[in-house]
């Protein structure tokens, strides 16, 4: 069956164009012009990936995005924005976004990230064995993944700080569990981008940054030692002090 996307835009000639694109490409796509119908479609019949613009009047993609979130819905969001501020890219996260392609996009972006949510979203299969960087892993402890006074339990996506629960997006999630599975390791971007979106950016995109910045702001605590680190100019490590 092919996948199912709800597109909410409301410039008409950016709407058809992209509908167009995506019916090509194999997707089934309902199309509307505000976020007051994409609320309406997706309480009528869940898709498997939204794809939302951020301003729209009335009901903008922010919002929707709030809602679902609200409701418990957890369906993958790609939100299309003409705003590329840092500040602004932080409140899409905020809202429960899970990645963003910046206007004027190309649309093999846009395949390629949409794509990569839908293969987070496809159901759990086995890991396979682990190589070499997975057996400098901290150990599991029954079902949960402990490191760095963090503690995970991938299978039902829930982590705490402590006694803190974390409230965490669907990419947050997973870049926190790639950091924990790696403890001690400096995970380089390129790695980074290939095992959360599936492809890599490139050198001059700060979407990685931006998620690991809001992973921050979501992990320290006032008096605690940070725990995510830059490595200038090769990428990131998880570790205590």
Not at 19 to 28: D, H, N, P, Q, S
Not at 46 to 62: A, E, F, K, Q, T
């Amino acid at each position: 069956m092919p996948h199912t996307v709800l597109l909410a835009e409301d410039d008409r000639a950016i709407r058809n164009a992209l509908e167009r694109a995506l019916t090509l490409e194999g997707y089934r796509v309902t199309a509307v012009a505000d976020g007051v119908e994409a609320l309406a479609q997706a309480h009528r019949r869940r898709p498997d990936v939204l794809v939302l613009d951020v301003m729209m009047p009335g009901i903008d993609g922010l919002q929707v995005c709030r809602v679902l979130r609200a409701e418990g819905d957890r369906t993958p969001v790609l939100m299309l924005t003409a705003l590329v501020e840092t500040a602004d890219r932080i409140a899409g996260l905020d809202a429960g976004a899970d990645d963003y392609v910046v206007k004027p996009f190309d649309v093999e972006e846009v395949f390629a990230r949409l794509r990569a949510l839908l293969r987070r979203a496809a159901p759990a299969t086995p890991a396979p064995d682990p190589g070499p960087v997975a057996e400098r892993q901290p150990e599991l402890s029954g079902r949960f993944l402990e490191a760095a006074g963090l503690r995970m339990d991938p299978q039902a996506r829930r982590a705490w700080r402590g006694g803190r629960e974390l409230e965490l997006t669907r990419t947050e999630f997973e870049l926190l569990e790639l950091l924990i599975r790696n403890t001690g390791v400096v995970l380089e971007h390129a790695t980074v981008y290939d095992r959360i979106w599936g492809y890599d950016f490139g050198p001059g995109s700060k979407n990685l940054a931006v998620y690991v910045g809001y992973l921050r702001r979501k992990l320290d605590e006032p008096g605690a030692p940070q725990l995510i680190h830059t490595v200038r100019g090769v990428g990131y490590v998880l570790r205590e002090g």
